[in-house]
């Protein structure tokens, strides 16, 4: 079966959750995790969860598998933490859960930043990969690098992932 075909078959509506991750952020200002929450609903998704957590490894593993758990995620979209400062511990936290890693976001998503933002694109660490029966996408923080994963890979795909997943 074609790409196509599996798009066709995918469902159009998919159980998501926001896990931002900051030490500054509070639920009331976090304009990239809101952003995400809006574009979702718009895109026809049922947000089911948006929570703010610190830069912490085992405070973000255990938001992000509670998550999955008590909400029944398909998909859960992580932003903020993904840099290189001493602090940003997402991508350490959440890639060792995956049981299948998506390479192909993180390459992707470095190429499209890369033509947006020059060689500064290299400071970005994202990843995507499956924990369980959700799929999981990690971006940086900022509100437009979170508008170009969300509208140029993951909102198109993000269907056709939880179909493949399902099977």
């Known amino acids: 079966m074609g790409v196509h075909q599996h798009r066709k078959m995918a469902p159009a509506s998919v159980g998501v959750g926001i896990l931002s991750v900051s030490t500054t952020r509070s639920i009331d200002d976090d304009d990239s995790g809101r952003w995400i929450a809006r574009q979702a609903g718009k895109e026809g998704h049922d947000v089911r969860f948006h929570q703010v957590v610190t830069d912490d490894t085992i405070a973000i ?3 992000a598998l509670k998550a999955i758990r008590d909400h029944g995620l ?3 979209l992580v932003t903020g933490g993904t840099g ?3 602090t940003d511990v997402t991508i350490e936290a959440i890639k060792p859960l995956f049981a299948k890693e998506m390479t192909a976001f993180g390459t992707l998503f470095a190429q499209l930043s890369y033509e ?3 060689s500064a694109a290299i400071l970005s660490r994202a ?3 499956i924990i369980g029966s959700t799929v999981v996408f990690c971006m940086p923080g900022s509100k437009k690098a979170c508008k170009l994963a969300c ?3 993951i909102f198109p795909e993000l269907g056709h ?3 493949h997943i399902r099977q």
Request: hydrophobic share 55%.
């Open 116 to 118: 947006e933002i020059d």
């Open 151 to 153: 509208k140029a890979l």
């Open 161 to 163: 992932v939880v179909a």
């Open 84 to 86: 290189i400062t001493p």
């Open 61 to 63: 593993r255990e938001a």
């Open 74 to 76: 398909q998909a859960l």
């Open 127 to 129: 990843a995507a990969g």
